[in-house]
């Protein structure tokens, strides 16, 4: 039995790539026997019974650029000191360089024990976002870089996330250790329950889920449908979850003349999203943002094809026109590619599509967790961490 912590800026009832992964990681971890705990700012997660690890917090606030996310300097609550004090790791694992990250490293050099860090964001362009500096934006990625070369061993979740941690100025080696996704049985009946709840016609759907934020390219999804309905095409668009940019974006599509755009708001109903993937004809996600593709993986478990950019971490799974499409960064080759699928193939083509997705895109967690499960042991087997850096390396 291995006794561990997960480090996480987000967690439930966040939805974002990063806290689903750790909520994958501590479930698959517990019910396979070992110790998980989630060390995370406060939120209100429900009742913590209902999970097999345990959520070990701490006092938070919302950031105001994001408020659906907390961050909080851990030492600081002497109630969760107090909790961690008596609690024994053998590794710790830090999915973010923020404070939780700063925690995670903090107990790693205290227990002296190995820590492990994930890189699963482009943390340049929120720091841009933000600051509206390059200069800003680059020390912060330069700041990323340095974090994860205290780790003792480094992970991403796609070569196109190796990629951009070397350009933030890293130097070490890295493991490429993908996200999995949940395999289930597509079930006619919850088609059908998304097209009721959602009033979906017979028109073919274009679906993303995800948030509602221009990072994720959104401003081109909408676009594209716009052109194709100027084109006179009949679709629905369905555009699913919570944003900051959620206002923006529908104001967008109204001015834009979008009469066929449903935003449906966050589901938290999963076999509900099920649905709403099975009822879809294209999955549009070309976020340039994303360094895996997770929601990809989640579509093609219902038979649902994807289009994405080329080049970007999301088409790393994708063999064009073979399990999905692929297009460029451009609001004509976006609309173009969907007008091909939906309106030039046959029906037989497109089923070979989905059919191919379905078999060849989904990774399941199972597979994941024991690569990630050989990997702590042999961590945990090295003994004492070695790392040459200390915090105070990290902060000044």
């Known amino acids: 039995m291995m006794r561990i912590a997960q480090c996480s800026e987000s967690f439930l009832?966040?939805?974002?790539?990063?806290?689903?992964?750790?909520f994958q990681y501590a479930t698959s971890l517990s019910l396979s026997g070992n110790e998980c705990y989630v060390i995370t700012?406060?939120?209100n997660t429900g009742y913590r019974g209902q999970y097999p690890f345990e959520i070990v917090d701490f006092i938070s606030v919302k950031l105001p650029t994001a408020p659906q996310y907390h961050t909080g300097i851990a030492p600081l609550d002497l109630h969760?000191?107090?909790r961690i004090s008596h609690i024994s790791l053998d590794l710790i694992h830090a999915h973010a360089p923020g404070f939780a990250g700063i925690e995670a490293f903090r107990l790693a050099e205290k227990l002296n024990i190995p820590l492990v860090g994930t890189f699963h964001s482009k943390y340049y362009d929120d720091f841009l976002r933000v600051t509206h500096s390059d200069v800003l934006a680059s020390l912060g990625s330069r700041y990323v870089a340095?974090?994860?070369e205290l780790c003792d061993e480094v992970w991403t979740v796609s070569e196109d996330a190796v990629e951009t941690l070397y350009s933030y100025g890293y130097k070490g080696e890295v493991t490429v250790v993908q996200n999995g996704t949940e395999i289930r049985t597509p079930n006619p009946k919850f088609e059908a329950a998304a097209r009721e709840e959602f009033n979906l016609g017979n028109d073919p759907i274009l679906l993303?889920?995800?948030?509602?934020d221009?990072?994720?390219n959104l401003r081109r999804t909408i676009e594209a449908a716009a052109l194709l309905r100027n084109r006179g095409y009949a679709f629905q668009l369905v555009l699913t979850g919570q944003g900051r940019d959620l206002k923006a974006l529908q104001k967008m599509a109204d001015d834009l003349g979008l009469?066929?755009?449903?935003?449906?708001?966050h589901i938290t109903d999963r076999d509900l999203l099920d649905g709403l993937y099975m009822a879809s004809s294209l999955f549009v996600f070309p976020s340039l943002y994303d360094t895996a593709g997770l929601v990809v993986r989640e579509a093609s478990v219902m038979g649902t094809p994807s289009v994405v950019v080329k080049g970007t971490a999301p088409a790393e799974v994708i063999r064009d026109g073979v399990n999905g499409l692929l297009c460029e960064d451009n609001t004509e080759s976006l609309s173009n590619t969907i007008e091909h699928y939906l309106f030039r193939l046959s029906d037989q083509e497109r089923l070979n599509i989905r059919s191919q997705a379905q078999t060849s895109i989904p990774l399941p967690w199972e597979t994941v967790m024991k690569e990630v499960e050989v990997r702590y042991q042999a961590l945990i087997a090295r003994g004492k961490s070695k790392r040459k850096r200390r915090l105070k390396d990290l902060i000044q």
């Open 13 to 22: 009832p966040v939805v974002d790539g990063v806290g689903r992964v750790v």
């Open 41 to 43: 700012p406060l939120n």
């Open 80 to 82: 969760y000191a107090e």
């Open 146 to 148: 340095e974090f994860y």
């Open 208 to 212: 993303y889920v995800g948030q509602m």
């Open 214 to 216: 221009f990072k994720k």
């Open 259 to 265: 009469d066929n755009v449903i935003f449906t708001g």
